[in-house]
């Protein structure tokens, strides 16, 4: 299968192993039949890409902010002091225990979170030199670096036997995500620059 190959649904194209995933994997647990799920998928994506087709291109502000009223983003401004704001169907991980919110800056980190996450943990050993201090401690910080490029190639390991440790920029591009490292791109062909 190509990486790039794709599944038109109406008026969207859908990544042929996302498609493939969710059909196989997903839907048959939750008793949703595919036809309904990706024709729901399509009608979400068109009410809320257009952003992306406008971006940096508001001109008329004050249709734009009417459309946030609308969609309920904004609402109007109260004087009252004394107001307070209410959740509902909010799980009980979220709302009421504190202890499970521990497990979310690591798992759903960014890479700096991450790093900040582990340096100051007992994830990364403090022998060798390697203790936790409120000064930076330059062994310490490359074992964080190291665990967590390792924990990047096992969860999300990049293509063509290419290693996390080698990557020094991470980038979106046109909704793509683009590795630096210390190899070069060129096309779809990857070489090593020695």
């Known amino acids: 299968m190509m990486a790039n190959e794709r599944v038109r649904i109406g008026n969207v194209q859908v990544a042929k192993i996302l498609f493939d995933f969710v059909n196989e994997e997903v839907l048959p647990d939750m008793n949703i039949d595919s036809d309904t799920f990706w024709s729901g998928a399509e009608l979400i994506i068109a009410e809320l890409s257009p952003h992306r087709m406008h971006q940096g291109k508001c001109t008329d502000i004050t249709a734009y902010k009417t459309f946030l009223y609308d969609i309920g983003y904004l ?28 497990a979310v800056p690591l798992v759903n980190a960014r890479r700096c979170s991450l790093y900040d996450a582990l340096y100051s943990t007992d994830a990364i050993s403090d022998c060798d030199s390697c203790e936790r201090t409120n000064e930076n401690n330059q062994k310490r910080g490359e074992k964080v670096i190291s665990f967590t490029r390792k924990f990047l190639d096992q969860s999300i390991p990049l293509t063509s036997n290419f290693s996390h440790t080698d990557a020094i920029q991470y980038s979106i591009v046109n909704g793509e995500v683009k590795v630096r490292n210390l190899f070069r791109q060129i096309g779809n062909q990857i070489i090593s620059c020695k």
């Open 75 to 102: 609402i109007p401004q109260t004087n009252d002091e004394n107001f307070q704001i209410n959740t509902i169907n909010v799980d009980n991980e979220i709302s009421v225990q504190v202890a499970p919110q521990l």
